[in-house]
């Protein structure tokens, strides 16, 4: 480095120390600039402050919306599931959905959640109501003035099996439920709270011999007002709901209408009556749905609603509102109980359903419903002209038609005129059955013609017992079909005919309310099994009991199996099921199957085969004789051995494929050589 450079840098050095020196600020401008700093800070934190309890009050304001309008998921004991994930469930009633509220503001939403519980449940327990009863010729109504609500229902003219196997002379009302088995309330969503009327105390304003007024005063709100008005001689009872004086604070698209039932146990067959208990509604666009009626099920409402039933066996209640229910919030619910339920013996299912009841101005609005409670018989649930008859199973698609419009209608002429239920059947089956007599004797004479062609075919299948000459077999197989007349398929369709009502007929018996509690013979309920004998224990499969009806329908059966067993030939070809011994197996599988099922339609079948049998021997002695059909068969194949009757197209284009196959397997014969 020279001496320039160096006295250069030198010179740079001093004059930066110089300026260092000469800008530094004082004391009083380093104050200054401090008290600056913590000015700008404490400002930068009062903002930050400011925009915090902005934020915590937008959480406030989105926690009370979601405390007002959303419901806290609770477990079976009826407390909020905990958030042990770290995150809490809430269900939309309105929506009908589950949504998941985020960690941060978790605490408060249960905190308010639990407080609003907490602010009901004192309410709960001091609540007590009284009972007050509305009866005419059918049906006998508890009242609670706790909720305003229906707490109990009889039917006047019916009673439980229980109470009818006492054979005591009088009739002992049945109860479909009871205090303490439903519920029913409107929820009303009023400045962020929900409230439940079925938890409310009402006020009797007004009571008569077949009307009653209830009202109740909603803290801070307006006036809620049920009207109960029972008609004479029926089965229904007219609802209204009238709300007045919410000034505005009532949200009306959120009003819903809860109904929770459990059904009491009637029937003998506790188990075939659970079973068929479900929930049924009828949708204004998409006609008549139901849940499940074998496992737990729910569905949100897919249309608007016209009606909702809760059905079981042989009653049901109906609910049906002037303007149908609207699908938004809307839904139904059949949860069934386990083995451990302190209801298992007892109740049926518990039903329940969510139903928006369409209300557009809650400072002045009136819902006007209908009650039914009442038998699934059909002409009673037909004459309210709604679809009710809809909800008994008369099967799908054809057998319901046959079913509706043949055997019901005959069946209800039957007993019009005063005779016995068990006759009633008698005849039913015997108009039945020899209105079939034409199919059965054209049945009956396609077996026997199959039957004298049985030695010939017999004799065909000896000719050709390789694998390989089954082309030939057939042809001519079909060759002596042709020129006899007749045809292994001419007794399939005559069956095919019978068989929708013989289906039918198994969809109607155990769903016909008439056959209840009526006895017949040794039967005492033709709704239910009929026993000979009690094992006082239970056989898996089987049952703990003999049913004669069973025993003597699988009997009946098995003969006419032994008479039809003629006509059919064992298995030619090896791995071919036996049809003898699959027919002779169905008999014996109806005792198991038929042995708890409905002794009404036990001895429908009984006498219909009977019928049969006896119809089989009439046509076989004075209508068909198997000698003169046998002569009549041969010189009808003399005369088609002379003919040279013209073939049909299709005759034609079948045998150049059996020739065409049968060239084809000796080429492959030939080439396997």
Same mark, same amino acid.
């Given at each position: ?35 600056? /700093?913590? *000015?700008?800070?404490?400002?930068? +934190?009062? $903002? !930050?402050? &400011?925009?915090?309890?902005? #934020? ?92 305003? /609500?229906? *707490?109990?229902?009889?039917?006047? +003219?019916? $009673? !439980?099996? &229980?109470?009818?196997?006492? #054979? ?506």
């Amino acid at each position: 480095m020279d001496r320039n450079t160096v006295i250069g840098l030198v010179l740079i050095g001093l004059i930066l120390s110089v300026f260092t020196i000469f800008s530094q600020p004082s004391e009083e401008d380093l104050k200054k600039m401090e008290e600056e /700093q913590q *000015a700008e800070q404490l400002k930068a +934190e009062e $903002e !930050s402050k &400011d925009e915090e309890e902005v #934020k915590q009050e937008s959480d406030k304001e989105t926690t009370q919306d979601l405390a007002s309008n959303w419901v806290l998921k609770l477990d079976e004991d009826g407390k909020p599931v905990p958030a042990d994930s770290g995150m809490v469930v809430y269900t939309d009633p309105i929506a009908g959905k589950d949504t998941i509220i985020a960690e941060q503001i978790k605490e408060e939403v249960v905190e308010q959640a639990e407080t609003a519980s907490v602010e009901q449940e004192p309410e709960q327990e001091k609540v007590e109501g009284e009972i007050i009863t509305l009866e005419n010729e059918k049906l006998i109504i508890n009242f609670d003035t706790k909720g305003g /609500q229906i *707490a109990g229902v009889r039917l006047k +003219e019916y $009673e !439980s099996y &229980d109470d009818y196997a006492k #054979k005591d002379g009088k009739i002992t009302p049945i109860t479909l439920f009871k205090e303490g088995d439903a519920s029913n309330g409107i929820i009303l969503p009023i400045n962020g709270k929900k409230i439940n009327t079925a938890e409310k105390l009402f006020v009797l304003k007004k009571e008569s011999n077949n009307k009653l007024v209830f009202e109740h005063q909603v803290e801070n709100g307006g006036t809620v007002k049920f009207v109960y008005s029972l008609k004479p001689d029926a089965y229904d009872i007219d609802y209204d709901i009238k709300l007045s004086g919410f000034d505005s604070k009532l949200n009306t698209k959120n009003i819903t209408f809860n109904w929770d039932v459990a059904y009491r146990r009637t029937e003998r067959l506790f188990s075939e009556q659970r079973r068929v208990s479900t929930i049924c509604f009828n949708y204004s666009e998409e006609d008549f749905s139901y849940l499940s009626e074998i496992t737990d099920d729910n569905e949100d409402a897919e249309d608007d609603i016209d009606w909702i039933s809760y059905k079981q066996s042989y009653f049901s209640s109906f609910i049906k509102p002037e303007l149908p229910f609207e699908k938004e919030g809307s839904s139904f619910e059949v949860k069934t109980y386990g083995e451990d339920h302190e209801r298992v013996d007892s109740h049926l299912k518990d039903f329940s359903s969510t139903l928006n009841l369409n209300i557009k101005d809650g400072d002045n609005a009136t819902v006007r419903l209908n009650w039914f409670f009442g038998p699934n018989e059909y002409q009673t649930l037909r004459s309210y002209d709604s679809g009710y008859e809809n909800v008994l199973n008369y099967g799908w698609g054809l057998f319901r038609w046959i079913n509706i419009y043949a055997v019901q209608p005959l069946f209800a002429f039957l007993q019009s005129t005063g005779m016995s239920i068990g006759i009633a059947i008698l005849l039913l089956t015997l108009i039945l059955k020899f209105a079939l007599m034409p199919i059965q004797w054209k049945m009956y004479t396609s077996s026997a013609k199959m039957r004298i062609l049985k030695p010939e075919i017999e004799a065909i299948n000896e000719k050709y017992p390789e694998k390989d000459d089954a082309m030939k077999k057939q042809m001519e197989t079909m060759a002596l079909y042709r020129e006899s007349g007749a045809s292994p398929f001419s007794g399939c369709v005559p069956m095919l005919i019978q068989m929708p009502i013989l289906l039918a007929v198994f969809r109607f018996f155990p769903s016909t309310f008439d056959l209840r509690q009526q006895s017949f013979l040794w039967a005492d309920d033709l709704s239910s099994y009929d026993s000979i004998l009690d094992f006082n224990f239970d056989i898996w499969l089987y049952g703990d009991h003999i049913s004669l009806f069973t025993l003597l329908m699988a009997g009946t059966t098995l003969i006419y199996t032994h008479i039809n067993s003629g006509n059919m030939s064992t298995p030619q070809q090896p791995g071919m099921p036996n049809m003898k011994i699959i027919m002779y197996f169905f008999p014996i599988m109806m005792i198991f199957f038929f042995n708890n099922y409905s002794s009404g339609l036990s001895y429908y079948y009984f006498i219909s085969t009977l019928t049969s049998i006896l119809i089989m021997v009439l046509i076989k002695r004075y209508f068909v004789d198997e000698e003169k059909l046998k002569a009549k068969m041969a010189a009808k194949k003399a005369v088609k051995g002379q003919q040279t009757k013209k073939k049909s197209k299709f005759q034609e284009r079948l045998e150049q494929m059996q020739k065409a196959q049968l060239e084809q397997a000796k080429r492959n014969k030939g080439k396997k050589k």
